[in-house]
Structure formats: C-alpha cells, structure tokens
C-alpha cells in the first residue's frame, strides 16, 4: 500500500508540472529538472530487475594458458568462474582478432560482417567490396546497438579494432559510454605505442578521439576500473547493464609492470620445451586430452633450448616471464570487476561470458612484417633489464608460444586448431549449472543470439534503424548452457574460414586445410604441407599430423564441396596480394 501511494504522488507530481509549463514556458528547465527527478524516484521504487551481460574478450591468450588447464600461471578467479559456470571446450573463433570481434558483434561470418580480411592488410581485388569495409559495417546489427534498443545501459572499455573513426567507433555502434583503444594492438602503459609506426596509438572517449593518456595508465587496471566507473555512474535508474570489456593483454608488444614480471623470475629457467611437455602432461593428468596424443612438434628452423648461450636463455626466460605476468594481470583484474560486482549486489544478477579472440600469438614477427626490426630498433631499448617496460617492445615467439596451445597445430593466423580453438565459458548463478564441461563443437557466431535470447531481445530481421541488415548465422547455445539439452548445431553443421587465402572447413571431426605457399614457404614439419587440401580427423588425431587424402579420397571431395558452398554463402573472395600474415 505505502509503495503504491508514493507511485500515485509522484505520477500527480509530474502531471502537476506539465500543466503549470504549458502556462509558463520559461519554466522549461525547471520541469526537466523536476521530471528527472521524478523518474529517478519512481527507479527507486520499482528498478528494472533484468539481469545485466558481462562480455569479456582476451586477446591472443592460448587455451593452455589457464591454471585450471593446467598452466603455471596463476589465475584463481578465472578458475573459479569456470568452476562455477559452464566450460567450453570446443570453441573456435576467427584465426584472427578484427574478423573474430566482427562475427561476436554481429552474430555473423566476418566476410559478411565487414572483416573479410582484416583492414590493414586489404588487398587490392578485394578493396571496395561489400563484407570488406575493415570495420563491423552497417549491413548488421550489432550486439550492442539491440540491448541499446532494449533499454540496457551499454558500456565498452578496450579494444575496438572494429573501426578506426568516429563513424565506425563504438559510440556509433550502440555504446552509451566507452573508452577504448581503437587498433589491433598498443604499448600497455601511458606512451601510445602502437604495434607498428611512428604515429601514437588511437584512443577513443565516446567519439572523441585522445591526445594522451593518465600518467599511471596500464591498460588491464585502467580498463576495468573505467567499467566499474560506468557500472556505478548508471545504476541510479535501476535499469541493468551491457558491459563489453576487451584487455589488450596479452597482445604484444609484451609488457607489464616490473612487480608482476618479479612473480615469475626463474619459473621458465628450464627452457620451452621443457613447459610445452610440462603442460601437454598436465592436459592429460586433467583428462582433457588422451594419454597417446602426440603433440605438434617442434618447428625443424627453430634453436633448441640447449643450444642457447647462458645469456640467450636467460633473455627468453624473461620473455616468458613478462608473458606470464600479463595473463596474471588479467586474471587480478577480473578478479577486483567480480568482487565490485559482488560487492554491489550484482553479480548473482550478471550472466558473464569469456573468450579468447584467436590462439596465441607465436609468429616471430620480425620475419612475418617487413620492416619490424628497423621499427623496433628506433623506438625502443630492449635490453634485458628494459623489457617489459613502456619504451620496450619484444614478443615471445614460436617456441613459447606452441605451449600455449600444445598439441595443437600453429597459432595465431592459423586456420589450423591452434589458431581458432580458444579458452571459453558462461557464467550465471541463478540459472547455468556449475561444473559442466560441454565437448560440442561451438563457434563465436553462436554468442549474439545466445545473449539476446537470454535477455529477451529479438534479432530485427531484414530491417534495423531504417537501414536493410542480414540475418544472423549462429544459434542460440541458452537451452544447451542451463543443461536442457546436449546440441546446438545438428550433424550437418559446417564451420568455415578463411583469412589470407588460408583456408579449412570442419564438419563434426572432420577437417579439410589448405596452407597457400606465401604462409609456409619451406615446410618447417614434415606434416605442413602447401598448395593443397589436406584432411584430418580431429578425434583421432587434434594436433592435425596424419592427413588422411588420400585413404579417403570421397570424404576430401564432400569436404572441398561444403567449402564451395562456404565460399558462394559468404561472398569471401580470395586475396591475391598478402601483407604480414
């Protein structure tokens, strides 16, 4: 009864200053004043109890990167988010990040979406075409734009990679508030260093773009305190919140602060391919991988760790150690959002779900780009006591790298496993079931409508905001998360990619692979070969070694058949020039 007499007053409230505006106008402002408030009371009385969607992307972290698959690196509270929610262990994505952000954004293939190859490697044929804007384009509608639409607060802090303008930036995408970095990497601290260049690095507050940067910037903690910043700057309304939170880390260039490195000084001594066979036991200690999987092998071009100097292994164990820390990092800094979340009475009310945008990150980038030793060279000071520091700039390469997905095949840029099975999982008390591993072949496609179905929002269709958009190609994984059913996809369901000219397409555990000349250039395992399809069976064999073509010449010829098909569905075209990967 006292709840509803205060509704009626206040409802008289408003409609008393109405009345008295239409006699004065110069009372304008003093009615807007008065209205606000009145709505914010009238929130008080009655919030909006939807529940709010946290969605958090990491980029280029490995799957084994993970404590609770069994890495060494320390990450608690995202164990116990995973612990707590349901595990994906068969998630793929995009071989890289831009073309995976469109397709979770967008609920669509990337060569739809605007990302058909990432924009800074556009190749001339396919410059100007539609799916090849390089930005998320406004032939979909994103994610962001619907909840919106549907009345969420919609915040974003990170990185973009979805547009390098105001036009294309976040804002214009459905972001009611965002602070983000707006190309495909940067320095993590106060300095702007960009992934490759002489110009700063771009960054974004709403639509306008920054000079600099607080002095005490690092990216991980300024990230997720400028998200709780907006959390709490929005709750007065009550109404609930969509939050995109997209770290940096831990991209190169590689650096963190020197307390975070000291954590793990001497952890890695002992050498890379003492971690990869380390942690390829650990999977299997953990039954996440059979006891005779044989993993991907050492690449034939690269030094063995025993053949290092004193010195050369001291400077790659700290490589290594910087790389640990910014995992470390991440894993305390989600750590501080769930606590705040908890501490505001808001986290049994937030669904979170988590991914990695694509395999780790184990080019050695001096020979993938031209000209990235002259450019580090001039930039910055990588001598062993500097690195991890803001004016230094180092990557970790392949050696480590194949530890972070081991046993899969390649990395990062690779249609292979171990560039598009990534690290995923939802999280939601009230509803998901804790401790539920799902096998089923799932892909980033698949988030979108499992966030709006989840939150009550339909997809527009064929029209949005008076423009013509298209249909979203993933399914909702809802039913499958709360453990009312086992599948999304039936048994016909294909996956495909392509990403300058390297191309796969899977089907159940079937997988086809064409590796173009211009990525292998001499074959570094017996087992890459290049300039011709090659098909595996992923249960059998997940580190893709046997190709089986020629044993099983009519499942190539079906398989070759379901990429024609990929190939006339998404309009891709295949570039006829490549630049870095």
């Known amino acids: 009864m006292k709840s509803a007499i205060i509704k009626i007053a206040l409802c008289f409230l408003i409609l008393s200053v109405v009345a008295c505006s239409q006699e004065d106008s110069s009372s304008q402002s003093a009615l807007d004043t008065t209205k606000s408030a009145a709505v914010d009371a009238m929130a008080d009385v009655e919030p909006d109890k939807r529940a709010n969607v946290l969605l958090i992307v990491v980029d280029d972290l490995g799957y084994n990167d993970l404590s609770i698959h069994g890495s060494e690196i320390q990450t608690p509270n995202i164990d116990q988010l995973m612990r707590d929610g349901v595990i994906l262990d068969n998630f793929h994505v995009a071989p890289n990040c831009s073309p995976t952000r469109a397709m979770l954004l967008s609920g669509t293939d990337n060569h739809i979406a605007g990302l058909g190859s990432m924009a800074e490697s556009l190749a001339d044929n396919v410059k100007d075409r539609p799916g090849y804007e390089g930005y998320l384009n406004f032939r979909v509608a994103a994610l962001s734009e619907l909840f919106q639409d549907a009345g969420y607060h919609t915040y974003m802090t990170g990185k973009w990679h979805l547009g390098l303008t105001e036009e294309t930036s976040p804002v214009a995408r459905g972001f009611d508030r965002s602070f983000i970095m707006a190309q495909g990497g940067a320095g993590a601290f106060s300095n702007m260093l960009q992934i490759f260049g002489p110009d700063k690095a771009i960054y974004r507050e709403g639509g306008k773009q920054l000079d600099s940067l607080p002095e005490d910037f690092y990216s991980t903690r300024f990230y997720t305190e400028r998200m709780i910043e907006y959390i709490d700057q929005g709750r007065d309304d009550g109404k609930p919140f969509f939050s995109y939170l997209a770290y940096t880390s831990p991209h190169w260039p590689l650096q963190a602060p020197q307390q975070s490195i000291a954590k793990y000084k001497g952890v890695y001594d002992d050498g890379y391919e003492a971690l990869k066979a380390r942690r390829l036991q650990s999977l299997k200690d953990l039954g996440l991988i059979e006891q005779e999987v044989k993993a991907f092998p050492h690449f034939s071009d690269e030094a063995g760790w025993d053949s290092l100097t004193d010195d050369e292994k001291k400077y790659q164990s700290k490589l290594m150690e910087i790389y640990a820390a910014m995992v470390d990092d991440l894993d305390v800094y989600i750590g501080k959002l769930i606590a705040h ?102 892909h980033v496609m ?97 580190a893709e070694l046997n190709d089986l073509s020629k044993e099983n010449p009519d499942k190539l010829a079906e398989m070759i058949e379901y990429w024609d098909q990929y190939v006339v569905e998404t309009g891709l075209v295949i570039p006829d020039t490549w630049d870095g990967y």
């Not at 194949?402 to 995923?424: D, E, I, L």
């Not at 009312?484 to 016909?492: I, K, P, S, Y």
Request: hydrophobic share 35%; aromatic share 12%; net charge negative.
């Open 341 to 442: 979340l908890k501490e505001i009475d808001e986290y049994d009310n937030t669904f979170i779900f988590f991914l990695a945008d694509n395999g780790p990150e184990a080019h050695n980038l001096d020979e993938a780009w031209e000209g990235m030793s002259e450019f580090v060279a001039g930039c910055c000071d990588n001598s062993y006591e500097n690195i991890g520091n803001a004016n230094s700039y180092v990557w970790y390469g392949q050696n480590w790298g194949q530890s972070g997905n081991t046993p899969r095949r390649m990395y990062k840029g690779f249609t292979a496993q171990g560039g598009v099975q990534v690290p995923a999982f939802a999280h939601y008390t009230k509803a998901l079931p804790k401790g539920l591993r799902v096998k089923e072949t799932l």
């Open 446 to 542: 698949d988030v979108m409508p499992t966030l709006l179905e989840f939150a009550g929002i339909e997809h527009p269709g064929s029209a949005f905001r008076e423009r013509e958009v298209v249909s979203m190609k993933g399914e909702s994984m809802l039913s499958m998360l709360k453990g009312d059913g086992d599948r999304v996809h039936d048994e016909n369901y294909v996956i495909g990619w392509e990403l300058f000219s390297k191309r796969a397409v899977r089907k159940g555990n079937w997988k086809i692979i064409y590796e173009p000349f211009h990525e292998v250039l001499e074959p570094r395992v017996a087992s890459i070969k290049s300039d011709t399809w090659q098909l595996y069976n992923l249960e059998d064999d997940p």
